[in-house]
């Protein structure tokens, strides 16, 4: 089984702080992973993939498979980061050829002028 | 991107009703995903819907509760039926693009069941 665990509900932070984001999964296979954000009144859309090492408005987010862990960084907050962050973990069931994403909780980040 | 519509944007019924929220996309896609959002919840994945073949529903989800239709390549629907409270919930329709794993997202059907 897949799963993924946010820990933090909410995470409030001041303008121009660090921010780390925590997830943590569990995965038998090697996995796929992503962040999710959600901004006021918007859909639900991708931020960042980890097999992309890319940085998205600033965050980044290293996979740790010793630690199992895939959090999202910014070394410094805006204001417009304020939004429900999603990690997410993908997976192809065997023999299904099928495909699930599985959501952690989700954080809200407030960010605080 | 892909450009995803779903109706209703959100609705108010009644216990023991049934409804029925529609997914259109913008172009074909084969797999179509259907969650839901309870509050205060993550996004719980209830059936995949690809056409042509029955939906693939997750645990503790049932085709009777919540039957899908997949005409074809650019449109689903889901029926949530004989509604209780505990339905009330944000449904979303998502569409997988490429081999990548990105997922894009409806804006959502927020019910409420009274």
């Known amino acids: 089984a897949q799963r993924v665990t946010q820990p933090e509900k909410l995470l409030s932070v001041f303008k121009g702080a660090p921010v780390e984001l925590k997830c943590n999964y569990s995965y038998s296979g090697s996995p796929e992973l992503f962040w999710y954000v959600q901004y006021s009144r918007q859909r639900l859309q991708l931020l960042l993939r980890h097999i992309s090492r890319e940085s998205i408005k600033g965050f980044t987010a290293d996979l740790n498979k010793g630690e199992t862990s895939f959090h999202l960084k910014k070394p410094f907050a805006q204001e417009e980061d304020s939004a429900m962050y999603y990690c997410a973990l993908s997976g192809r069931r065997s023999g299904a050829g099928s495909y699930q994403l599985t959501f952690g909780k989700g954080t809200k980040l407030s960010v605080i002028p | 991107s892909a450009v995803i519509s779903q109706k209703p944007s959100r609705d108010i019924c009644q216990r023991g009703t049934s409804l029925t929220i529609q997914c259109q996309v913008d172009s074909q896609v084969t797999m179509m995903f259907w969650y839901r959002q309870q509050p205060g919840q993550s996004l719980t994945l209830i059936a995949t819907a690809n056409q042509g073949s029955e939906a693939t529903y997750e645990s503790g989800f049932v085709i009777d509760k919540f039957p899908i239709s997949r005409p074809n390549l650019t449109f689903s629907t889901l029926t949530v039926s004989n509604m209780s409270p505990e339905d009330s919930s944000i449904y979303l329709c998502?569409?997988?693009?490429?081999?990548?794993?990105?997922?894009?997202f409806g804006e959502g059907s927020r019910l409420t069941v009274l």
């Open positions: 998502s569409v997988l693009r490429g081999v990548t794993g990105e997922l894009f």
